[in-house]
């Protein structure tokens, strides 16, 4: 028999007598994933309609739900980013815009490294409730939150009410706030705006940590929060 054969064969892996030393090689190619070097939780907060939802679904699945239903309580979905170097696993948090569920979702604000507050840019009232939501990141939130204002529905750039000066004006009374505008539906600028808020958390951080340190590491110190059974009815969606 052709000698070549006989080595196509075992490399197949189909002989009970391939060789162990390949064997050995496919086992060594799957290797688990690297581990996260970071955990972080970010909230989505914002009135009733602005589009939370949608802009959370465009950046974790790059999908859009045209005609959606309002959240109730809160949702989450998991994305996992690479940054200066470092593997960040997200876990970002949708709440509900309705005034009921204030005193559910204030409970996500306490371990939030980022803050995503959303308005619509056709609809005054959503920027008129900005003040509100202030006051409850005050209120609730940690002084080393990040803060990004997004001004959501760029596609309706038609139907505008709120001009981008007025929303610059607003960010600029408020210490450390950015401001970015942005369309879930057209998928523009959304994971820039995401991307640049998760930067801007990793430049408070110590982003070398020895492996002898991992155990006290941001990894262990952010755990996943747990859903209280009551925070558990049928999820629904926001446009």
């Known amino acids: 028999m052709d000698s070549r054969y006989e080595i196509q064969r075992r490399a197949g892996g189909g002989s009970a007598n391939a060789s162990p030393a390949l064997g050995a090689q ?17 909230i989505i907060i914002g009135s ?40 960040i696993r997200l876990q970002i948090w949708d709440t509900a815009g309705q005034e009921r569920f204030n005193s559910i979702t204030s409970a996500y604000y306490r371990g939030a490294k980022g803050i995503v507050l959303v308005y619509d840019i056709t609809k005054q009232e959503t ?22 204002l997004v001004g959501n529905k760029l596609d309706c750039e038609t139907d505008r009410i709120i001009t981008k000066q007025t929303a610059e004006r607003f960010t600029s009374r408020i210490s450390g706030m950015r401001f970015c505008e942005a369309s879930a ?22 982003l070398e940590i020895p492996n002898r340190k991992l155990s006290n590491s941001i990894l262990s110190l952010q755990p996943e929060p747990e859903v209280p059974p009551e925070l558990n009815p049928p999820r629904m969606h926001c446009c």
């Open 185 to 206: 539906k057209d998928n523009f600028n959304v994971e820039e705006c995401f991307l640049k808020l998760v930067d801007d958390i990793l430049a408070k951080m110590p």
């Open 48 to 87: 009733r309609g602005v589009g939370k939802t949608s802009l959370m679904e465009r950046f974790t699945d790059d999908t859009f739900c045209e005609a959606c239903k309002s959240t109730v309580g809160v949702d989450f979905k998991i994305k996992t980013v690479e940054l200066r170097g470092k593997k």
């Open 26 to 42: 496919s086992r060594r190619r799957k290797m688990p994933p690297r581990p996260a070097d970071y955990k972080l939780q970010i």
């Open 127 to 148: 920027f008129d409730d900005l003040p509100k939501w202030m006051r409850m990141i005050d209120k609730y939130a940690s002084e080393e939150a990040e803060l990004l």
